[in-house]
């Protein structure tokens, strides 16, 4: 922590701006791990009371589609509410959707309502858009050398997250029986509602008349060929991440495995997701972004191989964490990549519309995945991961030698 906010930067401006960056950043790990551990008891959970609840087996993944959906059409306007009123509005907004996803959750599983249920898991996938901009916010607080530092460090309380979320559901789902999982969810809603006052303490500045000018048209920043290099290895990164993950549960489940099991399953997931982040904003600035993103998508290859090697409680468990890890590798530098992308002026703007296109690709996945897995089986949809790994591939290669497209403050 000390590294991230000893900061030297000249001129009269900076102790306002940098001076609260060590409470700043902490608030946003503890707030990180909080809002992660809602997604996980949702990740954990969600295919299995969409089975529970769907009218067709085909249907079983819908609530985690809606999900990814969720954070595909909030991500724009959280950037706009925090271009014009501050990254703080959007983080209570944030917070306010993580309560209603829990209360709309538990009535739906009491009532039997697979449709609320979807409704209750959208309003999840909106605050779990507005956590994962912790990351710029915590690279706002601090000067422009220590900023993959800072990014990497926030998305680190997601370990706890790993923790928090399936021993949540763990020790929740059966109080409420015959209604299981239903007590997970008001757990989940009072989890939200202390990352709320959690956030209320977050100190940033107010966005200036310049900022919320908005800076150059999206149009021009998004043809940079570093840009799209960005989005497109954060979107596969992302996509195939969340495309394994939501069939894992279900596909143990088909293979007679427990529901414990499952649950520590993605428990140890979330966790590979987030504890290479202790590490991961220092191989950034000594190897640079772009190779940190290649050992992120290799990564995620061998997870897709080990997997296609057997369907026992080990071959899931280590197909998981080794997708976590890969996950944490292409997404943490594929976010330092946008970082320079763009101006102060345009940061909000620019990196919500990364954020849509990630989102926005893993929409199309996760939607795919629960239909894939009932029809042809896990191993298909551990084949099928190959092809947008590829694609990332490529693109890295052929953009990972260009400039930076604008200069860093």
Sequence with gaps: MSEITANKVPGPGAPSRYGSAKANVARLTIAQALGGANSAVVYSTGAIVGNMLAPDPALATM?????????????????????????????LVGTGCGVLVGLLAAVAVVIGSFWLYCAATLFGGAYAAVVLSFRFAAADCVPAEHRPRALSFVLAGGVFAGVIGPQLVNHTMYLWMPYMFAASYLAQAAVAAVSALLLVGVRL???????????????IIARQPRFMTAVICGAVSYLLMNFLMTAAPLAMRLCGLSQESSNLAIQWHVIAMYAPSFFTGRLITRFGAPRVVMAGLIMTGISAAVGLTGVDVPHFWAT??????????????????????????????????????????????????????????????????????VVAVIALATTAHAGRAEPRP
């Design 63 to 91: 609530p985690i589609s809606m999900f990814v959906a969720g954070m595909a059409a909030s991500t724009l306007p959280a950037g706009a509410i925090a271009q014009r009123y501050g990254r703080r509005a959007a983080f």
């Design 205 to 219: 500045a107010k966005p200036t008349a310049v900022e919320a000018a908005g800076g150059r048209p999206l149009s």
């Design 320 to 389: 998981l964490i080794l997708l976590g890890i890969g996950w944490n590798f292409g997404f943490v530098g594929a976010s330092a990549l946008v970082l320079e992308c763009h101006r102060p002026e345009e940061k909000a703007s620019v990196q919500s519309l990364n954020d849509f296109a990630v989102f926005g690709t893993m929409t199309l996945g996760s939607f795919l995945s629960g239909g894939l897995l009932t029809a042809f089986g896990w191993n298909f949809v551990l084949g099928l991961s190959f092809i947008p790994l």
